[in-house]
């Protein structure tokens, strides 16, 4: 498993923008297809976004045209640029790592076998 820590969360106001960072201690991070979730009081954690090894990309229907996931392979860190946020937004972002060289992006949380421990983002309206 690789160890994920996550930063850049915070409070920002309705249409503003947040940039999420997930740093991987792993030499290999290349190979690894990196995701993130979120979880929202009393709902269950859910898939946002992930990108392959190959940078193809994933994103979850709420987020399309206002998240951007990217990689830097030589700083081993994913990232999540949210902007347009909204208050349905706010939950716990979850970085998420997926070992592999596999051709789809995954998207379920059994395909991660590494996570980090969240960072909080909430939007106010």
């Known amino acids: 498993q690789v160890r994920l820590v996550e930063s850049g969360g915070g409070l920002v106001q309705a249409g503003g923008s947040l940039r999420l960072s997930c740093a991987a201690s792993?030499?290999?991070?290349?190979?690894?297809?990196m995701g993130w979730f979120r979880q929202a009081p009393v709902k269950e954690r859910e898939f946002v976004a992930a990108?392959?090894?190959?940078?193809?990309?994933r994103y979850t229907d709420s987020v399309k045209g206002r998240f951007i996931i990217s990689r830097d392979n030589a700083k081993s860190t994913v990232y999540l640029q949210m902007n347009s946020l909204r208050p349905e937004d706010t939950a716990v972002y979850y970085c998420?790592?997926?070992?592999?060289?596999?051709?789809?992006?995954?998207?379920?949380?059994?395909?991660?076998?590494?996570w980090g421990q969240g960072t909080q983002v909430t939007v106010s309206s």
């Open positions: 998420a790592a997926s070992p592999g060289l596999r051709m789809s992006v995954p998207i379920r949380r059994e395909d991660f076998d590494s």
């Open positions: 990108i392959n090894w190959g940078e193809n990309i």
């Open positions: 792993t030499r290999s991070f290349s190979s690894y297809a």
